[in-house]
């Protein structure tokens, strides 16, 4: 056991920061910058209808992310579930090494679109800045966060709750201007078959519902922090949920907002669209404005991730299911100091890529065994453990875990060949290496679990 005088996590998080971490996770500079791709999946206003099913989706797994968190609060989130859910000694070992694998990938490229959104959009107030000046300003953003999280979690949970409000203030202040000005016939100048039922459509709605899914990833961020969270049980659920429902309405909101005064036919070949949404309301000074609570909003992105995220390979090392080193906590600042800078590290690097691959490879490389890997880990859950040991129960069981399942199924399908042959073989590759490691190390299948568990750790 831990004394008060060993490095260990502390409980700083309460349902105000929780919520505040998922959204500033959610929103960073997503929706500001993928609105017009958005538009492009589908050629028209019909491709607000991604978010709408991209909302189905996602509120159907926040469902899913919200019982798994009640009834299993601790860090690492969905390796924690997978693991319990699955079998410390059996396919959990599996599931568990399957997610760390796609993650080594997947959370770096996630948190390092941030960073890229926040060097791209530095543009509009610097417009001479080149390609290369851009990434620059995004490494610099991934310095001063990786600086910032070497502090205590309490301190951290009050930088959160300033990141959330400068966030919350973008979205508002495009919604709140724009409304006003909204044009009824501008915004919705549907081209001619706009909604003729077609292969077109589908796979449009398919890039239109992926892109959707991009902004809102981010609603279990408070997942991976759970030996960090007050009163997980009620916290972790209710701050999923919240975030979830404000973000879902809020880009509705902010994509009426902005068509209704920027024609779409001109919006999608935009960079800055919010920026160039403002400066024709307002002028240039409130473009800059805007743009600076955007750059803002895309900080706040890479923080809540990155603080997020280094709590799982830490969690994993503790186990014995990564390299040991991960397992160390800073001895005053009690945050998870080789986890932290590693994974930093490694996305900083990837700040270098292209934001549209990007986007495409991180969510195929996690629907597989992620999203659909805890699908399945209800059901297993329930059978395990009684009602008593589950403070929160999906509603409407199992309607959200059918729906999650096609949802996920049909953003998959409809990524395109490339993308999903790099998620099929980062999955293969990633069963080789497990059995591979497994044979080496004695552990299943190579050995009974009768005969792990009463061998000495």
């Keep these: ?28 500079v997503g929706p500001f910058i993928t609105i017009p791709l958005l538009m492009a999946s589908m050629g028209g206003p019909q491709s607000m209808l991604g978010w709408l099913t991209g909302a189905l989706i996602v509120i159907s797994d926040g469902l899913i992310w919200s019982e798994l968190g009640a009834a299993l609060p601790g860090s690492g989130g969905s390796y924690h579930f997978l693991r319990e859910a699955y079998g410390h000694q059996s396919w959990g070992r599996l599931m568990a090494f399957l997610f760390i694998w796609q993650f080594v990938l997947s959370g770096p490229l996630e948190i390092a679109s941030g960073m890229i959104g ?22 610099a953003a991934g310095l001063v966060v990786l600086f910032l999280l070497c502090r205590q979690i309490k301190f951290l949970s009050k930088i959160t709750v300033t990141l959330w409000v400068g966030t919350v203030l973008a979205m508002l202040a495009v ?23 077609n292969r077109g459509f589908v796979l449009g709605l398919g890039s239109a519902t992926l892109i959707a899914v991009y902004n809102y990833l981010g609603y279990y961020d408070v997942c991976y922090i759970g030996d960090e969270v ?12 919240y975030s979830l429902a404000i973000c879902c309405v809020g880009y509705l909101a902010l994509h009426l907002a902005i068509i209704g005064v920027v024609p779409w036919r001109e919006g999608i070949h935009s960079n800055f669209i919010v920026s160039d949404f403002m400066e024709r309301l307002y002028g240039r000074g409130a473009a800059i404005a805007i743009t600076i609570l955007i750059l803002w909003s895309a900080f706040g992105s890479v923080f809540a991730l990155l603080l997020g995220y280094s709590r799982i390979p830490y969690a994993a090392a503790i ?11 800073h001895p005053t600042k009690n945050y998870p100091r080789v986890s932290l800078l ?18 495409s490879a991180l969510i195929t490389t996690r629907i597989l065994v992620q999203f659909l890997g805890q699908l399945f880990a209800i059901p297993l859950l329930r059978k395990k453990l009684p009602d008593s040991a589950r403070p929160y129960k999906m509603w409407f069981y ?33 069963v080789l290496v497990f059995f591979v490691w ?6 299943w299948p190579f050995k009974s679990s009768q005969e792990h568990e009463s061998a000495p750790r």
């Excluded at 490095?7 to 309460?14: I, M, Q």
């Excluded at 186990?319 to 906590?329: E, H, K, N, S």
């Excluded at 900083?348 to 990007?358: G, T």
Aim: charged share 10%; aromatic share 16%.
């Design 175 to 197: 919604i709140v201007t724009g409304l006003p000005h909204f044009n009824v016939h501008r915004a919705f100048d549907f081209p001619s078959g706009a909604f003729a039922f």
């Design 342 to 359: 590693v994974l930093g590290g490694v996305s900083i690097a990837a700040a270098f890529l292209k934001l549209d691959q990007i986007v």
């Design 319 to 329: 186990d014995g299911y990564f390299f040991r080193p991960f397992a160390q906590l």
């Design 230 to 241: 007050r009163n997980p049980s009620y916290v972790v659920p209710r701050s999923i949920l």
């Design 398 to 430: 199992p309607v959200p875990m059918i729906i999650a399942f096609f949802g996920w199924g049909y953003v998959f399908l409809t990524s395109g060949w490339l993308y999903i042959k790099i998620g099929l073989l980062t999955l293969l590759v990633g």
């Design 438 to 443: 497994a044979k080496w190390k004695g552990t």
């Design 118 to 139: 926040f060097g791209n959009y530095s543009s509009y107030l610097w417009p001479g800045l080149t390609a290369r000046g851009q990434q620059y300003i995004a490494v």
């Design 1 to 28: 056991m831990k004394t008060e005088t060993q490095p260990h996590l502390t409980r700083g998080f309460g349902l105000l920061q929780a919520t505040a971490l998922n959204m500033i996770n959610m929103i960073g």
